[in-house]
């Protein structure tokens, strides 16, 4: 039996205008070298270069002033080495250096694609029938870079999205790490990462329980410099850097619009990308709302799934998570305890689903497989595409398979709310595969969903068209679940 689904004629594409100034590193020896000549300029000539610097970009950023130096605050270090007091550089100078430290990146010039929506914690002054949600995509630029960006919008009673104003600034966030660790967590998590023993033994053996940041930071900075050692073991030394630097929180500016808020690839753990976030509205033990969202880390060879937490998309914390469990791709937590536990979905094989349990946010062990592929269209992988959702017949889960040609289809299945490992049904064809118009793009014949929700007894399911960009579908929710209980 088919489940009607209504695609919605509506497009979130890619604006390659939207652009950021992040810092710009070319290495020590080649800005060493460009300092040099940019010292060696004339206050005359520095101060038009600036000007012109300025004119050309000023309209393109806030405070662009302020950006360039913060990216020379950046290479104090540097400055350091080569006996240059900053004390004795002009401001003017100063956002000069900063200016050829800094990039303008696109963030969404490759792809806008893995939506994930979730109402939003305001929903005063709407009509009758209307839903403010936040709808969260992965935005892909220059490099396969990938960052969250952020769209508010209005749902009417119709099921009709219109979206507030997309600003084309970018507010920069203020980023603070976290300053001290446990030892014990620590350690595990760099056992779950492979990183050898014989490496991390020599620093950890000397720190306390409770260690700072910067001592563990020196420790291996100082080894890291020993241009001997050999490269597995520089290579476990950096992913130790790697671990100390996921740990750190995000604070938006009160007067950015969410579309100006970005979460760019902060720590090393993530220098290749922040992929397909998973936003949950979590009802706590209080009944307070929070929203999560768990992304996949990636740094070029490693992946760290990492939590995200937010009471109002200003200001967000970020956590690696721990534990056997916490591998992967494809980990989404449920939206509120069950049986006084936090529950988790997670895909730690590759191709089937699983289940978790924990007390803790951050710590998943022992996941228990409840989903594998059973029909054509999924034979190659199934995952989730997104939190689970309640109804009163059951946890509903939309799925995704991977069948022959390497195609994404979107299915669905529903659990017990008591027991989520025991499944009530599950559909036998897919609920949404891709059209002929929608096979095209930048990873072909691929739709793919990172969390939708229900408005009005209708699932609202915001989907990726072959990795460029999104729209949403909607499906009438009782029909749906008909079809999961008696379809089998």
């Not at 604006?15 to 300092?35: K, P």
């Not at 590759?350 to 349990?357: D, F, P, R, T, V």
Request: some cysteine; glycine content about 6%.
């Amino acid at each position: 039996m088919n489940v009607k689904v209504i695609r919605k004629n509506f497009q979130f594409l890619p604006d390659s205008s939207r652009v950021v100034a992040r810092f710009f590193n070319t290495g020590d020896e080649r800005t060493q070298l460009l300092i040099g000549r940019i010292m060696n300029m004339s206050d005359e000539l520095a101060h038009k270069t600036l000007e012109n610097v300025l004119r050309d970009f000023a309209g393109r950023h806030n405070n662009i002033s302020q950006i360039f130096l913060r990216h020379f605050s950046n290479i104090q270090g540097l400055l350091e080495a080569i006996e240059l007091d900053p004390k004795e550089i002009s401001d003017k100078r100063k956002m000069l250096i900063g200016s050829y430290l800094t990039m303008e990146y696109s963030l969404e010039s490759a792809a806008f694609f893995n939506p994930s929506i979730v109402p939003d914690f305001n929903q005063d002054q709407l009509n009758e029938g209307e839903l403010r949600v936040i709808i969260s995509f992965r935005a892909t630029g220059e490099g396969h870079l990938s960052s969250i960006v952020f769209r508010r919008g209005i749902i009417d009673a119709n099921n009709d999205l219109r979206l507030t104003k997309v600003r084309s600034h970018i507010t920069p966030a203020r980023i603070s790490k976290k300053k001290s660790y446990d030892k014990g967590r620590f350690v595990k998590k760099m056992q779950e990462m492979n990183i050898p023993q014989k490496y991390s033994d020599a620093i950890m053996e000397h720190l306390p329980q409770k260690f700072e940041y910067h001592i563990l930071k020196n420790a291996v900075d100082t080894l890291l410099k020993d241009t001997s050692i050999s490269m597995d073991k520089r290579t476990a030394l950096e992913e130790m850097t790697w671990l100390v630097d996921s740990y750190y929180d995000v604070e938006f500016s009160i007067d950015s619009d969410i579309s100006e808020r970005v979460l760019l690839p902060i720590s090393e753990s993530e220098s290749r990308g922040i992929e397909d976030a998973r936003f949950v509205n979590f009802t706590e033990d209080d009944g307070t709302k929070k929203i999560y969202a768990v992304y996949t880390a990636y740094n070029g060879h490693t992946i760290i799934p990492k939590l995200l937490s937010t009471e109002d998309f200003y200001t967000f914390r970020i956590m690696p998570m721990h534990g056997n469990g916490a591998q992967n791709k494809n980990i989404t937590l449920f939206p509120r305890k069950i049986k006084g536990k936090y529950a988790m979905l997670s895909r730690i094989d590759g191709y089937n689903n699983y289940l978790m349990y924990s007390d803790r946010k951050t710590l998943w062990q022992n996941p228990q497989k409840i989903q594998e592929p059973e029909y054509p269209w999924e034979f190659t992988q199934i995952g989730n595409c997104g939190p689970p959702i309640y109804t009163e017949d059951g946890w509903l889960i939309i799925t995704h398979g991977v069948g022959p040609m390497r195609r994404y289809s979107l299915g669905a299945a529903l659990f017990d709310l008591e027991d989520p490992s025991k499944l009530i049904g599950r559909l036998k064809q897919p609920l949404l595969s891709p059209l002929e118009e929608e096979r095209e793009g930048y990873v072909p014949n691929v739709v793919y969903s990172c969390g939708a929700l229900v408005h009005h007894n209708n699932l609202i399911l915001p989907y990726a068209v072959s990795d460029y960009a999104s729209s949403y579908a909607v499906v009438d929710l009782g029909e749906l679940l008909y079809t999961l209980k008696n379809d089998q």
